[in-house]
């Protein structure tokens, strides 16, 4: 599993799944483009505070396992992982863009959930009830 993110004050682990449709649900990841995305991922690892576990893709959808920091709200990091990719894919891979009209790669939506590495919400749910101390508020 992956490692706490150490800052100055904080240690962080925060991680999510994350998948994302292609526009119009289109067949267009090929084994080169997969890698190309996995490739254009690990350069985003090196400029923002979003990590890839693991990256796997089916011909129209991406499945991401990234762990990031606070400062980004699960929709600005949405945001930047799907403006750089398709932008990078494009530029890359210009045969995307026949199968993929209107200048789009991923579709509005998305699907985000937390994962965690030592528990679960009943778990949680059930120390927030109870706290090991025994006062409650």
């Given amino acids: 599993m992956s490692e706490h993110?150490?800052?100055r004050h904080n240690k962080i682990l925060l991680m999510y799944h994350l998948v994302f449709p292609l526009r119009y649900r289109k067949s267009v990841i090929t084994k080169e483009i997969g890698e190309g995305l996995k490739d254009i991922c690990l350069e985003i690892s090196e400029h923002y505070d979003v990590h890839f576990i693991e990256i796997g893709y089916e011909s129209n959808h991406v499945h991401f396992l990234v762990q990031s920091v606070p400062n980004y709200?699960?929709?600005k990091m949405i945001r930047i992982l799907k403006s750089i990719t398709a932008?990078?894919?494009f530029q890359r891979y210009p045969e995307i863009k026949i199968k993929l009209w209107g200048g789009?790669?991923?579709t509005r939506g998305f699907y985000a959930n937390t994962v965690g590495q030592y528990s679960n919400e009943e778990v949680i749910e059930a120390y927030?009830?109870?706290p090991r101390n025994g006062?409650?508020?």
């Fill in 5 to 7: 993110i150490l800052k």
């Fill in 73 to 75: 709200s699960v929709s």
């Fill in 87 to 89: 932008k990078e894919l």
């Fill in 104 to 106: 789009k790669f991923w």
């Fill in 128 to 130: 927030v009830k109870n």
């Fill in 135 to 137: 006062e409650r508020i």
